[in-house]
Every structure is written in C-alpha cells, then in structure tokens.
C-alpha cells in the first residue's frame, strides 16, 4: 500500500515562504501525475498545484500561480512544493495526493481524479 507523508508545514508571516515536501513510499511513483490541495477551515478541499511524472507539465491554481512551484525528484520519490509571497489565505491544511491513474496523462485538477492521499501539513500565515 502506497503512503504519502508530507513534511514542511509551519507558521510563517505574509510575505514569507515555506517548502512543503510529499514523501512516497513504493516504486511506482514516476509514474504517476502527482499533486497538491488545501483545505481551509470552513472551506473545502482545493485544487492548488500537478505536475505530470516527468515534470513536463505543471498546472497551478489561478490563486498561487506566479507564487507557488511545484516539482517533483523521482530518484527520491518526492514531490515539493515551494510556496513564496504567502498571504494570511494560504492558511490550511495541505495535502499531497496520487493521481489514480499510471502513465502519461493529462493533468487533473480535480479532488476525484486522486485515490492516494498523505495526512496533511498545517500551513499558517499570519498577517
């Protein structure tokens, strides 16, 4: 069974950054899309950030895009995400999750498109 942990969450001030690390364990994780939501209190999951198993394609949230980067390292099994410029409403929960397909696909953005997901890193931002 696949397991998704991520690491990096934290309190931070606006303006400041965070990397966010989403460990797999397994030896299939090249090949599949790989991606990040978050979940605010109140709010539902969302979308934030893919990346397709080679890292050719990457798709952001129009709300981080320009902010945010994800990457991926295949040699570790780990994706990332490096989040800059933070605003008090990036707080949440974020998470890592598998994309439910193998191989070369397009990207996914949404929550139903993912079967394997990690418990989450609070991410706070405070003004």
């Known amino acids: 069974q696949v397991q998704l942990v991520e690491s990096g969450g934290g309190l931070v001030q606006a303006g400041g950054s965070l990397r966010l690390s989403c460990a797999a364990s397994g030896r299939t994780f090249r090949e599949y899309c790989m991606a990040w939501f978050r979940q605010a209190p109140g709010k539902e999951r969302e979308f934030v950030a893919a990346?397709?198993?080679?890292?050719?394609?990457?798709r952001y949230a129009d709300s981080v895009k320009g902010r945010f980067f994800i990457s991926r390292d295949n040699a570790e099994n780990t994706v990332y995400l490096q989040m800059n410029s933070l605003k008090p409403e990036d707080t949440a929960v974020y998470y890592c999750?598998?994309?439910?397909?193998?191989?070369?696909?397009?990207?996914?953005?949404?929550?139903?498109?993912?079967?394997?997901w990690g418990q989450g890193t609070q991410v706070t931002v405070s003004s």
């Open positions: 999750a598998r994309d439910r397909r193998m191989g070369p696909i397009a990207i996914d953005t949404s929550m139903t498109g993912y079967d394997v």
């Open positions: 990346i397709t198993r080679t890292g050719s394609d990457k």
